[in-house]
């Protein structure tokens, strides 16, 4: 065996070491579960934000109050909401964190941090980091979503004339 093909079987030997690596890598990262806490507003808060960014709807949707001035009547008007902002269809990059909450009465405010990953090439790449919140109201034994700075359609909480159903979306009035 000459020196070439000594060479290509070494770098060939190193290319398949790496993508072994970089397999395991992968399907060792763990999987981030729904908190079974539903009691706690944090949980709640999470577990909306976790089911937005897996798209399941119905799951999302639950956590809605059915008060809010224009609530989606039907899974599939709250999915054709979601669809209005493409941002709430394109959370496979970001990564939510719980900071805080503070419950005054029956009103929670919780804070996330979102981190979201931005790659410019193979060894490009950046982030950026920041806050918002979501605010819910206790009904019963169940925590539900009531307002949100992010992650949120604005129409749900206040239906005003930028709102206006058409069928039975929500979407914003076309200035003629």
Request: hydrophobic share 40%; charged share 30%.
């Amino acid at each position: 065996m000459n020196r070439t093909d000594r060479f290509l079987i070494g770098l060939l030997a190193g290319v398949l070491i790496l993508a072994a690596v970089a397999f395991a890598l992968a399907r060792g990262r763990t999987q981030v579960d729904y908190r079974a806490d539903e009691t706690d507003p944090e949980a709640v808060a999470f577990n909306y934000l976790l089911a937005l960014q897996r798209q399941e709807d119905a799951k999302a949707y639950s956590y809605l109050d059915p008060a809010l001035p224009g609530y989606p009547p039907r899974l599939d008007v709250f999915i054709d909401d979601l669809s209005e902002r493409a941002y709430l269809r394109d959370l496979g990059n970001r990564s939510f964190r719980v900071l805080s909450h503070k419950v005054e009465g029956d009103i929670a405010r919780v804070t996330i941090q979102e981190t979201s990953f931005v790659g410019g090439g193979l060894f490009q790449g950046d982030q950026s980091v920041d806050q918002f919140e979501l605010r819910l109201q206790q009904k019963g034994d169940r925590w539900l979503l009531i307002d949100g700075q992010r992650s949120w359609w604005d129409c749900w909480d206040e239906y005003s004339e930028y709102c206006r159903r058409d069928g039975e979306s929500i979407k914003p009035v076309q200035v003629p």
